[in-house]
């Protein structure tokens, strides 16, 4: 111990040696550090363990430390750091960046440089220090010489390793060898070895010194801005480093505001930043992200020198936006400006007449406004370009909402149960009043982005925000369905309810599927559907039919197409409103099938059939199971009107007839393939009311009240009337002399019914040639056969008895004559054999609609399953 103590004393003399040159004096400290490496390696082989120190281990580890920081530090003091930016011509912050315009780093656009250091200050006119020696190099050379950093890193990684020895480098020279790190960087032909050496040295530092390494702001942004370069592509360690040691820096000074960080340094940030948020939402929880670039965003824009302007910011941007980019006269506009009083001198303060911020007389103050500095207006004006043009890194609207209400209100200490409730009719309260900041963010941002989301502005089919900002709206309380224009109206803006509705109302009404080069996405209608249903009900009740006529046309496999779908039928089972809902789905089938529109113009296969997914079919079940016994007749009544509205023919299969029921098809085609499609949102609706009918609380074995009977029965007696009219019109084409379906006869009726009965014998369609037309009537039956069967079953089974055990002497298509104003002699029933054999033989044809591959298999499918459980129903009947 003796000797290596003495040989580390030896060692230090001559690094330290005011006549041995620096050239030696790197020799010197390779030698020592080369013994330490290998006393190092003798020590693991002979089993001793690493985390003993060697013969000359610790001792000299210590020396060549703390000169290796001596040198660097005293480099990093030196070099003139301005120089070596301009001579990085891939890095950030040059000069034509910088007056791009917005003012980040500076207002009006000029760009802050650094004060020159004072004469007496420089290197030129300083000796340099003993550490350093004769023959001294420029600084710049010594803070990108590699040998100085790799003794460092060793050394200090040598002590880490040591348990005995708790090593803490000085932290006043570790924060001037963070400026010559930032020389390092911004030096062009500085190789990526050096640069590990160097990130890896601030690393021994900050994990040595904890929070005692703290170097400047200005120094921390200065090594951030040397590691955003070409050459580093925006996305290595040493970004993630710096901006990280940049974050505690800011947050370390909560007094000190900031410093300026030039414009092109914040874009390259705000995209990180987004790719940040991307990376977290598609990881699910399964990996672990980096949130260093948001975490400093955060800690920028929410300081406390900064926060109380963000709103301003944002609302500044936004009235920008709505002028087209126009100037703004900072020293006229009060929105979002915090207002501070004064004591005057002499003057008379003069009135503001403003219906936002009123202001009482008082001789003795004037109000003056505080504007946001050039860094956070220049974050909100990015942020909104960004978003306005539907680029997917918009989505750090979203974010800066979310994380200035969490902020905010974490330092208000009040829940989010407390933000949205009614207004005080003796003025605002102080939740209210605490809110006021982050209602006004919501406002501008809404603002900054809706207007240019709706379909008539061009861009229909961007990726949206506006649906996020109405959820993040719910998710932070501010919206209350009880308060008179659902809150407070923020300063300068609008009621959220107006805003809300005002956006309801062109999103959904300005497009329709019919133009589809104006029309929305269905994914953005259904993002922006859900969100409103979200927050109130309400708010989507005037444009629920061409919301659901938008949403419609989405693909069936779409997740979020049957999110929505299911979320709307919630919503209003809720509400107590699946009879307006109903009659929203009859007018949005309606509407396309008169318009012509197929499935396959909105890109999606079988995507009008989405209304009919298994998401959707397992909500409408549960939403029928919790229907007021007292409403199943307004239930039943609003399923039938829905179901004849789905049933309408397409302008191109009426002809120009006024009964489309007996026109020509045209053919295959476009006209045939809006055909499919109106075929196919027939099979949708059917398996949408079957659903909704199957799970009504109607008790089996209690009778149904008179009005619902009723309803079920002129349902149904609608549902058979499709499949008689499909038999007379193959009958009346085949010429079938024995077929008196649908003839009025003055036979007697018991020979009448069992002609009816036995017609099966005369089902054989061999010869016939049918039509297009006829495979989309077939389908249409087989969709029509799915909701009967739930009608039938449910007429049944909520009788005595008697009723329920007599359906097998009735022909299966016979509802009850108590529903219907048909009777025998005037409405005749086709067989169940007949009408299940006609249909599996005509719609037995591959693509036989000429629609989509995915639409018209899942008709095929739709049509199989109405006729064969059609079947099983009546085999139950006649077994029992």
């Known amino acids: 111990m003796e000797s290596s103590t003495r040989e580390a004393r030896e060692a230090r003399a001559r690094l330290y040696g005011a006549t041995t040159t620096f050239a030696d004096k790197k020799v010197l400290a390779t030698s020592l550090l080369a013994d330490l490496g290998g006393a190092v390696l003798a020590t693991k082989t002979a089993g001793a363990g690493s985390d003993r120190p060697g ?40 000069d034509a960046r910088d007056n791009a315009g917005g003012g980040g780093g500076a207002a009006n656009g000029q760009r802050q440089t650094a004060k020159e250091k004072p004469e007496s200050r420089k290197n030129t006119k300083t000796p340099p220090p003993r550490a350093v020696g004769t023959s001294v ?71 040595a010194l904890g929070g005692k390494f703290k170097p400047s702001t200005e120094m921390c942004l200065l090594a951030l801005q040397a590691s955003l370069t070409e050459r580093d592509e925006h996305d290595s360690d040493f970004v993630s480093f710096f901006v990280r040691l940049t974050t505690r820096s800011v947050a370390q000074s909560p007094h000190k505001p900031p410093p300026p960080i030039d414009n092109a340094t914040v874009d390259v940030l705000l995209v990180r930043a987004a790719a940040e948020i991307l990376n977290k939402s598609s990881s699910n929880g399964s990996t672990t992200h980096s949130n260093d670039t948001l975490d400093f965003l955060r800690a920028v824009l929410l300081h406390p020198a900064h926060v109380e302007t963000v709103p301003g910011a944002f609302a500044e941007s936004a009235r920008l936006g709505a002028m087209g980019g126009a100037a703004l006269d900072l020293d006229t506009s009060t929105v979002g400006k915090k207002k501070t009083k004064r004591k005057a001198e002499g003057t008379v303060p003069e009135m503001k007449d403003s219906p936002e911020t009123p202001e009482t007389p008082d001789d003795d103050a004037k109000t003056y406004e505080k504007t946001p500095p050039p860094l956070v207006k ?16 918009g989505n750090l609207l979203l974010w800066v909402f979310r994380s200035f209400v969490e902020g905010t209100w974490k330092t208000k200490g009040l829940a989010a149960t407390t933000r949205g409730g009614a207004a005080s009719s003796s003025g605002p309260t102080q939740t209210e009043k ?32 506006a649906p996020g900002l109405i959820t993040e709206l719910h998710r932070s309380g501010l919206y209350s369905q009880t308060s008179v224009g659902g809150g ?90 699946l009879p307006e809902l109903l009659g929203a789905i009859g007018a949005a089938a309606s509407a396309l099938n008169v318009s012509g529109v197929s499935s396959s113009e909105t890109g999606g296969e079988g995507g009008a059939t989405a209304l009919a997914s298994d998401e959707v079919l397992h909500a409408v079940a549960a939403a029928s199971a919790r229907v007021p016994p007292g409403q199943i007749k307004d239930i039943v009544a609003a399923a039938r009107d829905a179901t004849r509205a789905a049933f309408t023919r397409t302008d191109s299969a009426t002809d120009g007839s006024k009964n489309a029921k007996h026109s020509n098809p045209s053919g295959k085609g476009k006209e045939n393939g809006a055909e499919c499609g109106a075929t196919a949102r027939v099979v949708a609706t059917c398996a949408f009311v079957a659903t909704l009918v199957s799970f009504l609380p109607a008790q089996p074995g209690a009778s149904l009240p008179g009005a619902a009977k009723e309803a079920l029965c002129g349902f149904g007696n609608d549902l058979v009337s499709v499949a008689r009219d499909f038999c007379v019109s193959i009958d009346a084409r085949r010429g079938d002399d024995s077929a008196s379906i649908g003839k009025s006869s003055k036979e007697p009726k018991k020979k009448r019914k069992r002609e009816t009965l036995d ?19 077939a389908a249409r039956v087989g969709a029509a056969l799915v909701a009967f069967t739930a009608v039938a079953a449910t007429l049944e089974v909520c009788h005595d008895s008697a009723a329920l055990h007599g359906r097998h002497a009735a022909p299966y298509l016979c509802v009850d004559k ?30 036989a609609l000429g629609g989509t591959h995915g639409a018209d298999e899942t008709v095929s499918a739709a049509l199989g399953v109405g006729v064969a459980g059609a079947c099983v129903h009546r085999l139950a009947q006649l077994a029992a």
């Not at 020396?63 to 290796?68: D, T």
């Not at 400026?179 to 070895?193: L, N």
């Not at 040639?769 to 495979?775: I, K, M």
């Open 488 to 577: 407070p109206v923020p300063a300068g803006g609008e009621a959220p309810r107006d805003r809300l509705a005002k956006y309801a109302k062109d999103i959904f009404c300005a497009s329709t599927p019919v133009s589809n080069h104006n029309a929305l996405s269905p994914e953005t209608a259904a993002r922006a559907l859900r969100s409103l249903l979200e927050v109130d009900v309400r708010l989507v009740e005037p444009y629920l039919a061409q919301a659901i006529a938008l949403v419609w046309m989405g693909d069936k496999d779409s997740e979020l197409v049957n999110k929505t779908i299911a979320a709307t039928v919630a919503a209003h089972a809720d509400t107590r409103r």
């Open 759 to 777: 017609a099966s014998s005369n089902n054989s369609l061999d010869g016939f040639q049918f039509s297009p037309r006829d495979r989309v009537d």
């Open 818 to 847: 108590q529903g219907g104003s048909n009777s025998e002699e005037t409405f005749q029933l086709p067989s169940l054999a007949r009408v299940a054999a006609w249909t599996l033989h005509i719609g037995d044809t591959r693509s």
């Open 55 to 94: 013969p000359c281990g610790t001792a000299t580890a210590l020396v060549l430390s703390e000169w290796a920081l001596a040198a660097l530090a005293w480099a990093g003091l030196g070099a003139d750091v301005e120089v070596a930016k301009r001579s990085s011509t891939g890095s950030v912050g040059r």
């Open 137 to 207: 190099p420029d600084a710049t050379e010594v803070c990108l010489d590699r040998t100085l950093w790799h003794v460092l890193a060793f050394s200090m990684r040598y002590l880490e390793s040591q348990k005995t020895t708790s090593y803490k480098p000085n932290a006043t020279a570790t924060a001037h060898v963070t400026r010559a790190a930032a020389v390092a960087f911004f030096e062009r032909g500085s190789k990526s070895d050096l640069l590990n050496l160097v990130t890896e040295t601030l690393g021994l530092f900050e994990k």
């Open 434 to 465: 605490d809110s006021a900041p982050s209602r006004l963010l919501w406002d501008s941002l809404f603002v900054s982005v809706s207007h240019h989301e709706t379909a008539g502005n061009g861009r229909p089919n961007t990726t949206c925000f």
């Open 378 to 393: 220049y974050m909100a004006n990015a942020i909104t370009q960004i978003a306005r043009g539907g680029d997917v890194t």
